[in-house]
């Protein structure tokens, strides 16, 4: 069993920064490829990014390329999402996830843990 928090949104401004994180707890965090995704209100949760269990293999959906940074720290059990020149369209709750899926993966299905979540408003 994996806990995952999330934790770092809130409130910013379009052409802002914020940095998501999110803290794992329980099994060992390096087996896990970890996940972000996010879902605005009336639509289905969507890929943002993802990072592989050594971080040698990172992938973005096509929205955030140039914009978003996945990253981890395996000694802190931590999984980040830097969120720069945000839009207004990024505008949603952020999950992260993890997997034991070898590589990475875009599909919510494939992860085996979720964090609550954490709401992220950017305002124009």
């Known amino acids: 069993q994996v806990q995952l928090v999330e934790s770092g949104g809130g409130l910013v401004q379009a052409g802002g920064s914020l940095r998501l994180s999110c803290a794992a707890s329980g099994r060992t965090f390096s087996n896990y490829g970890m996940g972000w995704f996010r879902q605005a209100p009336g639509k289905e949760r969507e890929f943002v990014a993802a990072i592989s269990w050594s971080g040698s293999s990172i992938h973005y959906a096509d929205s955030v390329k140039g914009r978003f940074t996945i990253s981890r720290d395996n000694a802190k059990n931590t999984v980040y999402l830097q969120m720069n020149k945000p839009k207004p369209e990024d505008t949603a709750v952020y999950y992260c996830?993890?997997?034991?899926?070898?590589?990475?993966?875009?599909?919510?299905?494939?992860?085996?843990?979720w964090g609550q979540g954490t709401q992220v408003t950017v305002s124009s």
């Open positions: 996830a993890a997997t034991l899926l070898i590589g990475w993966t875009p599909t919510p299905d494939d992860y085996d843990y």
